[in-house]
């Protein structure tokens, strides 16, 4: 690196770290969950504060260098090569206002830390199936939680969002004091500059009925059909997915999991255990269960209701929200995603609609509401193989999409084209989402996972 470079970082004053390649602590902190091609950026903030934010944007800004954000490293699936990547880990504050039902959570805090802080309190965020993302950006792309259909997408429920745009200048954005970044800041991702932090609605929830029902799918063929159906009737407080895993048979597998193809329904219900538990009878009915772990637990467990893993891995998925489900193309997927597929696949499935499908007080970016099903496929993925993995989703997937609406961007783990990302909108908003971008980053320095393009 040239010694003008060194000398302006060394100028830059921030007070948390600064790091370049082969630098002490740079490897292990431009790696995130996902270890499919992390960032490689020539100059890498470890920021503390807004102001270190606010520092390394106006660094990039005079160089012209592009700028990548990272909290926790699960959403990265678009390295950043040279520039400035500014990593929000140590930015992990929250801070309960129990009398009003609000959180100010720092761009850095998992959804972990933020359930630790107001779970006290007898109050929830609107967090996700794992408790390990980080939930600025998880707010950012729409957010769909836990208790999604009682309460709504996680953007619904923003009252403010601090901001440094690309001019290097923080904002507090609210509705009333700039309605169109307010507006696409819920919904459009990390396209109009670096969330510093942002309050939020908590709502008053301190325990769930929640869990999984594992089935084997060889034993219980009409598994995906019977959740279809059972979904169909569902009150609000009942946010319901199943997926579908091909367990390989070796020994480090839990016996009864070992070598099946499983279903795995996930359930939360937002009532009394006794309710979830009648309203769960149809599912049981369907078969014998191989794990049950259905139980009254705090929220703090809540990670325990899909039980994601937590070990950081390389992945990739698409993603498709359909009004409804095809229980023939059901079938067909279940078939070629299963044990016999090229590559492990895991087929996931979230029943939308309820408060998803209203619109909040304040609108925002956030697409396709009328979905009533979200539906993913998921693959690990060994070096090498990206590209026959993405076929092989675009191949699952094709014959949804005369069926499909769009798409979740929060839920694809790959890179998009313009016209897919565009499909994850409403065509009037997406155009929306360009004029708003081009008017606070006009020459597109923020690199972001799916970049909503600049006219
Ligand atoms: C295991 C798993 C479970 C998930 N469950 C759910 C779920 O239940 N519901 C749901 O809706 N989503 C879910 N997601 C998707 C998740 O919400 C997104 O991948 C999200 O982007 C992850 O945010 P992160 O901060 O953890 O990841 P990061 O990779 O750190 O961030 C992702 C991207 O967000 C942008 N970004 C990050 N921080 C900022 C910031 N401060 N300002 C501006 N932009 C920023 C950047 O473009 C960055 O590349 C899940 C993902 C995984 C891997």
């Given at each position: 690196m040239a010694e003008t470079t060194k000398n302006q970082i060394d100028a830059l004053g921030v007070t948390g770290s600064v790091t370049r390649p082969g630098d002490h602590g740079y490897d292990e902190e431009r790696t995130g969950f996902q270890l499919l091609d992390p960032h490689q950026p020539e100059v890498l903030v470890g920021a503390e504060s807004a102001d270190d934010v606010r520092t390394a944007v106006e660094f990039a800004a005079a160089r012209g260098s592009r700028v990548a954000v990272q909290a926790t490293g699960h959403g990265q699936n678009r390295a950043l090569d040279g520039g400035v990547l500014i990593s929000t880990r140590r930015m992990s504050g929250v801070e309960v206002d129990p009398a009003a039902r609000t959180?100010?959570?720092?761009?850095?805090?998992?959804?972990?830390?933020?359930?630790?802080?107001?779970?006290?309190?007898?109050?929830?965020?609107?967090?996700?199936?794992?408790?390990?993302?980080?939930?600025?950006?998880?707010?950012?792309?729409?957010?769909?939680?836990?208790?999604?259909?009682?309460?709504?997408?996680?953007?619904?429920?923003?009252?403010?969002?601090?901001?440094?745009?690309?001019?290097?200048?923080?904002?507090?954005?609210?509705?009333a004091s700039d309605p169109d970044l307010f507006w696409a800041l819920r919904g459009g991702g990390g396209n109009f500059g670096v969330v510093t932090g942002m309050e939020i609605d908590l709502v008053p929830v301190s325990r769930i009925y929640g869990g999984g029902l594992f089935f084997d799918a060889d034993e219980v063929p009409e598994i995906l059909a019977g959740w279809h159906r059972w979904t169909r009737d569902l009150p609000d407080e009942m946010t319901a997915a199943v997926a579908m895993?091909?367990?390989?048979?070796?020994?480090?597998?839990?016996?009864?999991?070992?070598?099946?193809?499983?279903?795995?329904?996930?359930?939360?219900?937002?009532?009394?255990?006794?309710?979830?538990?009648?309203?769960?009878?149809?599912?049981?009915?369907?078969?014998?269960?191989?794990?049950?772990?259905?139980?009254?637990?705090?929220?703090?467990?809540?990670?325990?209701?899909?039980?994601?893993?937590?070990?950081?891995?390389?992945?990739?998925?698409?993603?498709?929200?359909?009004?409804?489900?095809?229980?023939?193309?059901?079938?067909?997927?279940?078939?070629?995603?299963?044990?016999?597929a090229p590559v492990m696949c895991v087929v996931g499935l979230r029943h939308l609609g309820g408060a998803l499908a209203r619109s909040p007080k304040?609108?925002?970016?956030?697409?396709?509401?009328?979905?009533?099903?979200?539906?993913?496929?998921?693959?690990?993925?060994?070096?090498?193989?990206?590209?026959?993995?993405?076929?092989?989703?675009?191949?699952?997937?094709?014959?949804?999409?005369?069926?499909?609406?769009?798409?979740?961007?929060?839920?694809?783990?790959?890179?998009?084209?313009g016209a897919e990302i565009a499909a994850a909108f409403a065509p009037g908003d997406y155009r929306r989402l360009t004029e708003i971008r081009a008017r606070h980053d006009p020459r597109a320095m923020f690199h972001v996972n799916h970049p909503i393009s600049v006219p």
């Open positions: 959180a100010w959570i720092e761009a850095g805090a998992t959804w972990h830390q933020v359930i630790e802080a107001t779970a006290p309190h007898g109050l929830a965020p609107l967090s996700g199936s794992f408790p390990g993302v980080g939930a600025v950006s998880y707010t950012l792309g729409g957010g769909v939680g836990l208790l999604a259909r009682k309460y709504g997408f996680a953007a619904d429920h923003v009252r403010r969002i601090d901001l440094v745009t690309a001019d290097g200048k923080l904002r507090e954005v609210t509705g895993l091909p367990f390989p048979d070796l020994p480090m597998v839990p016996e009864p999991l070992r070598g099946k193809h499983i279903a795995q329904v996930q359930i939360a219900y937002a009532g009394s255990p006794e309710d979830g538990e009648r309203l769960l009878e149809p599912v049981r009915a369907l078969g014998p269960t191989v794990r049950d772990t259905v139980r009254e637990v705090p929220f703090t467990e809540s990670g325990a209701v899909f039980d994601e893993p937590d070990r950081p891995h390389a992945y990739r998925s698409a993603n498709l929200l359909v009004r409804d489900l095809d229980p023939d193309l059901l079938t067909t997927l279940t078939k070629a995603a299963g044990p016999s304040i609108p925002n970016a956030v697409g396709h509401r009328d979905a009533g099903y979200s539906l993913s496929v998921l693959s690990p993925v060994e070096p090498g193989e990206r590209e026959s993995v993405r076929a092989l989703h675009r191949d699952l997937l094709a014959p949804w999409s005369a069926n499909a609406m769009g798409r979740s961007l929060n839920f694809t783990f790959d890179e998009l084209g």
